[in-house]
C-alpha cells in the first residue's frame, strides 16, 4: 500500500496548490471495498481508492460561489453535458488501486478456467454538473494492469498482518498493459418528500475502454433527513471513487436496486494484445443489491455499504458469492 499512498500524497499536494489558486471547496476521501467484510476472499477482492474533490455553485444562498471548470482529462467528453445545469458542479480527482483473484488463493497454479490474478492501478477524473433535480458526469481513467500494480506486494502484506492464507498464484496474474476507459451518466431525483426525508433516485451510466466497458441502471431509496444536496454523489459510485456521500449534517439509509450489461473488463477477459489467463464463460448481465448508511457530521462524513452485484437466479452460487463485498468511506473537508 506504501507506493498508492505516496503516489496520493504528491497527486493531492499538486491537486491542492491549484484549488487554492481559485476559490473553491474541497474535501478529501478514502474508500476501500473488501470481500471480507462478507466472510469472502475471491473475486473483486480489494479496491483503496483515495480522492480530492473541488466543487463550488452548489449553495443557492452564495450566488458568488466560484464553480470549478473541467479539466482536460474530460474536455473530449463536454459536447455530450447539458447546457441547462447551473446549479454548481463538482471536479473528483482519484488514484485507486483493486485486485481480483481465484476462488482457491493456496494453489501455486490456479484454475485456469478461474478469475486470474490480476491487480490495476489508476487515475480518474470525474466531472459532475448540477442542475435541479438532474445531475450529469463524464470521466476519463487511465492507468496499469499488472505486476506495475503492485498487487501482490499489497495483498500479500495486508495478508501477513491479518495472519490469512498467503495467495501463491501471483506468476500468473495479467501481464502489464495500460489501460483507459471513459464514461457518460445522470441521475435524476424522481420525487422527495416536502420534508425532504425521503427520495426516489434514478440513475443511467456507460462507460468504454480496455479496463472496462459497460451500461448500467439503478433505482435507489434513501430515507434520513436533509437529502436534497448529497444525490449528485451517487454519480461517484461507477467509478469506484466513492461511495453516496451525506453532506452538511446529513444521515440517510439507502437501498439500490441495479441492472447491468458487460461488453469486456479486462480482469476476466485477460490482457488485450498478449496472451494470458483468463476466464473461459462468465456471465456479462447482473441485478444487484445495495444497502448501506450514511452519516455527516461538521466536516466529515462516513457511508459504510455491503454490496451484492449479483442477484441473477440462473447464475451459479459460486459466481454469485464472488461479486459480494463490503465498502466503507470516510470524507472531510480540507
Same mark, same amino acid.
Given at each position: 500500500?506504501?507506493?498508492?499512498?505516496?503516489?496520493?500524497?504528491?497527486?493531492?499536494?499538486?491537486?491542492?496548490?491549484?484549488?487554492?489558486? =481559485? #476559490?473553491?471547496? @474541497? $474535501?478529501?476521501?478514502? !474508500?476501500?471495498? /473488501?470481500?471480507?467484510?462478507?466472510?469472502?476472499?475471491?473475486?473483486?477482492?480489494?479496491?483503496?481508492?483515495?480522492?480530492?474533490?473541488?466543487?463550488?455553485?452548489?449553495?443557492?444562498?452564495?450566488?458568488?460561489?466560484?464553480?470549478?471548470?473541467?479539466?482536460?482529462?474530460?474536455?473530449?467528453?463536454?459536447?455530450?453535458?447539458?447546457?441547462?445545469?447551473?446549479?454548481?458542479?463538482?471536479?473528483?480527482?482519484?488514484?485507486?488501486?483493486?485486485?481480483?483473484?481465484?476462488?482457491?488463493?493456496?494453489?501455486?497454479?490456479?484454475?485456469? =478456467? #478461474?478469475?486470474? @490474478? $490480476?491487480?490495476?492501478? !489508476?487515475?480518474? /477524473?470525474?466531472?459532475?454538473?448540477?442542475?435541479?433535480?438532474?445531475?450529469?458526469?463524464?470521466?476519463?481513467?487511465?492507468?496499469?494492469?499488472?505486476?506495475?500494480?503492485?498487487?501482490?506486494?499489497?495483498?500479500?502484506?495486508?495478508?501477513?498482518?491479518?495472519?490469512?492464507?498467503?495467495?501463491?498464484?501471483?506468476?500468473?496474474?495479467?501481464?502489464?498493459?495500460?489501460?483507459?476507459?471513459?464514461?457518460?451518466?445522470?441521475?435524476?431525483?424522481?420525487?422527495?418528500?416536502?420534508?425532504?426525508?425521503?427520495?426516489?433516485?434514478?440513475?443511467?451510466?456507460?462507460?468504454?475502454?480496455?479496463?472496462?466497458?459497460?451500461? /448500467?441502471?439503478?433505482?435507489?431509496?434513501?430515507?434520513?433527513?436533509?437529502?436534497?444536496?448529497?444525490?449528485?454523489?451517487?454519480?461517484?459510485?461507477?467509478?469506484?471513487?466513492?461511495?453516496?456521500?451525506?453532506?452538511?449534517?446529513?444521515?440517510?439509509?439507502?437501498?439500490?436496486?441495479?441492472?447491468?450489461y458487460v461488453f469486456n473488463q479486462i480482469f476476466t477477459d485477460g490482457n488485450t494484445f498478449r496472451n494470458s489467463r483468463s476466464m473461459s464463460d462468465y456471465e456479462r448481465d447482473f441485478v444487484g443489491l445495495n444497502l448501506g448508511a450514511s452519516y455527516s457530521w461538521g466536516g466529515g462524513s462516513i457511508t459504510f455499504a455491503i454490496n451484492h452485484s449479483d442477484l441473477m437466479p440462473h447464475h451459479s452460487e459460486q459466481y454469485q458469492n464472488r461479486t459480494?463485498?463490503?465498502?466503507?468511506?470516510?470524507?472531510?473537508?480540507?
Amino acid at each position: 500500500m506504501k507506493p498508492l499512498y505516496s503516489v496520493g500524497v504528491a497527486l493531492f499536494a499538486a491537486l491542492s496548490c491549484t484549488v487554492h489558486a =481559485d #476559490d473553491y471547496n @474541497y $474535501s478529501i476521501s478514502g !474508500t476501500l471495498d /473488501n470481500d471480507s467484510f462478507v466472510g469472502e476472499d475471491t473475486g473483486y477482492t480489494n479496491g483503496v481508492s483515495l480522492a480530492l474533490y473541488e466543487y463550488g455553485g452548489l449553495n443557492p444562498n452564495n450566488p458568488d460561489e466560484a464553480t470549478p471548470e473541467e479539466t482536460f482529462w474530460v474536455t473530449p467528453l463536454m459536447w455530450s453535458m447539458p447546457r441547462s445545469n447551473h446549479g454548481g458542479a463538482i471536479n473528483a480527482y482519484s488514484i485507486g488501486q483493486s485486485m481480483f483473484t481465484p476462488d482457491d488463493i493456496t494453489v501455486e497454479n490456479p484454475d485456469p =478456467d #478461474d478469475v486470474p @490474478y $490480476s491487480a490495476a492501478l !489508476t487515475f480518474t /477524473n470525474t466531472y459532475i454538473t448540477v442542475g435541479g433535480n438532474q445531475a450529469d458526469a463524464v470521466h476519463t481513467t487511465v492507468g496499469i494492469v499488472g505486476p506495475a500494480a503492485l498487487g501482490e506486494q499489497s495483498q500479500k502484506t495486508v495478508h501477513k498482518i491479518m495472519g490469512a492464507d498467503d495467495p501463491k498464484g501471483w506468476d500468473y496474474q495479467l501481464h502489464n498493459e495500460p489501460v483507459f476507459q471513459v464514461g457518460r451518466g445522470r441521475v435524476w431525483r424522481q420525487w422527495a418528500t416536502n420534508a425532504d426525508d425521503f427520495d426516489v433516485l434514478t440513475t443511467a451510466y456507460a462507460s468504454a475502454g480496455t479496463l472496462r466497458s459497460s451500461v /448500467n441502471s439503478s433505482v435507489m431509496v434513501r430515507y434520513g433527513r436533509d437529502l436534497e444536496n448529497s444525490y449528485p454523489s451517487l454519480l461517484l459510485m461507477s467509478t469506484r471513487t466513492s461511495n453516496p456521500i451525506a453532506v452538511e449534517k446529513e444521515w440517510y439509509v439507502y437501498a439500490e436496486l441495479k441492472g447491468e450489461y458487460v461488453f469486456n473488463q479486462i480482469f476476466t477477459d485477460g490482457n488485450t494484445f498478449r496472451n494470458s489467463r483468463s476466464m473461459s464463460d462468465y456471465e456479462r448481465d447482473f441485478v444487484g443489491l445495495n444497502l448501506g448508511a450514511s452519516y455527516s457530521w461538521g466536516g466529515g462524513s462516513i457511508t459504510f455499504a455491503i454490496n451484492h452485484s449479483d442477484l441473477m437466479p440462473h447464475h451459479s452460487e459460486q459466481y454469485q458469492n464472488r461479486t459480494q463485498y463490503g465498502t466503507l468511506t470516510l470524507a472531510f473537508d480540507i
